[in-house]
């Protein structure tokens, strides 16, 4: 027998060239067109958690909806589609699948191509603080930034001293199937944490959550978890309904099974951003809030508010009331400042994504824009007072609050995002940096 050449054919050679051209060329148009060009190191540590909250196992279709949806990208982004040889794609999912083979290469993703499952490298990447213990990050002069799940932070706060504590939780998603954080478990923990925070509220202290729907499994009706939420925080806490500041972000993807798909429920651009007082009475203040401007009136309407007023003079209101007009007339203040948060989402870019990217750290991929804390802060609290996020990501509550004149603290459980969080605020005279886990995130 001849024996068989260990070399390979130059046919063999000429597949695998053309198979590493294709994927440098559809990373380099990844890398350099369009939105998606943002994209670039955001993915991997979102998809290493995204496969770790199912189990440690996950199938790619189920990951692309959730990470686009976590990532909150636009629309545009998201459906942006190329072709090649006559097959189109998704220039999203194609990133995540070359995110994925990144993965593999590094070790952090092993598993077959059906099936992307995390190794115990992957997992060792997803560092989280070792539960019972927190650890001082860095600090400023107003500002103290922690390692630490919420939990075990909160006994490292002196009861009775904050003013405002606001944070966005993960929100619950039931899928038994792989082990998902679900509905119940969800309710449970909010509520410890809840009790928890109560205790560090001063008594005209708010505390501030952001909520997101989400349906019920299987179908396209919306889950009451929020106010499952509330009531519990006011029948078990004995917390106080303060208000609600509906969060309208236009840029919002639609859900892909039901809105997209099926054609079934409507677009959901609205969070929850639900405010609760430790008293009836909390420190609130609408004139700390920049004035409504006043709506433009034409001619017209103009001539009918003067016919209404003159018809007013004469008589009195149906309902009984003699009101007097002038109170209502315009001093040049502004309108009364109104409960909708009107903003979209943060996207990649920005100093802080730029500096992470630098950095080689993956930017935290649900920030959310800084008009949420920045009306809750002035609404809430006076110069000077404290400011908590418990669930900090990339500490952007933090950097508003000091904006605005007030102190800070924040923990974060993951080491990546706490550490990167920093890039908001090294170029300060007074950042100092208090640990030595600051480098182990780099």
Not at 228 to 253: F, N, Q, V
Not at 363 to 373: Q, Y
Not at 387 to 394: E, H, I, L
Request: proline share 7%.
């Amino acid at each position: 027998m001849t024996e068989r050449s260990s070399n390979p054919s130059k046919a063999a050679l000429a597949a695998r060239r053309r198979r590493v051209e294709k994927g440098e060329q559809q990373e380099a148009s990844v890398k350099g067109r369009g939105p998606a060009a943002s994209l670039q190191g955001m993915l991997e540590l979102p998809l290493l958690e995204a496969i770790e909250a199912r189990g440690g196992k996950a199938r790619p279709r189920d990951l692309y909806g959730e990470l686009a949806e976590t990532l909150n990208l636009e629309p545009e982004v998201r459906d942006q589609t190329r072709t090649c040889s006559d097959q189109s794609y998704r220039v999203f999912d194609q990133q995540v699948r070359w995110t994925r083979q990144t993965a593999v290469a590094k070790g952090l993703i092993a598993g077959e191509r059906g099936i992307w499952e995390l190794t115990d490298k992957g997992r060792e990447k997803l560092t989280r603080v070792q539960r019972g213990k927190v650890v001082l990050l860095y600090s400023l002069d107003n500002g103290l930034a922690f390692l630490g799940h919420a939990e075990e932070a909160a006994g490292a706060i002196e009861p009775d001293s904050l003013s405002l504590i606001m944070t966005s939780p993960p929100y619950p998603v039931v899928n038994r199937e792989y082990g998902r954080f679900g509905l119940a478990d969800w309710l449970t923990w909010m509520s410890e944490l809840t009790g928890l925070w109560k205790d560090l509220l001063r008594d005209d202290g708010t505390l501030a959550i952001n909520l997101m729907d989400i349906h019920v499994p299987g179908t396209p009706m919306l889950s009451p978890y929020v106010e499952r939420y509330m009531l519990d925080a006011i029948d078990k806490h004995g917390l106080h309904l303060a208000g609600r500041m509906p969060w309208h972000s236009p840029t919002k993807l639609a859900n892909l099974e039901w809105a997209v798909k099926r054609r079934v429920a409507l677009k959901n651009t609205v969070e929850h951003v639900i405010l609760l007082s430790k008293t009836p009475n909390p420190a609130w203040d609408t004139r700390r809030l920049p004035p409504e401007p006043y709506a433009e009136r034409s001619a017209s309407q103009r001539a009918s508010d003067q016919r209404r007023a003159a018809a007013r003079k004469k008589t009195v209101r149906p309902g009984g009331y003699d009101i007097n007009d002038a109170a209502f007339a315009t001093n040049g203040e502004g309108g009364i400042p109104h409960n909708i948060i009107i903003s979209g989402g943060v996207g990649g870019g920005g100093t802080y994504a730029k500096r992470c990217r630098e950095a080689g750290m993956t930017p935290h991929p649900a920030r959310f824009p800084e008009a949420l804390p920045r009306k809750v802060i002035q609404l809430s609290t006076e110069p000077g007072q404290i400011v908590y996020d418990p669930m900090a990501g990339s500490n952007t509550t933090g950097k508003v609050a000091l904006e605005l004149g007030r102190r800070f603290i924040s923990s974060e459980p993951v080491l990546e995002y706490a550490a990167s969080s920093a890039f908001r605020f090294d170029d300060r005279p007074d950042f100092r940096c208090e640990s030595d886990m600051m480098k182990l995130a780099a």
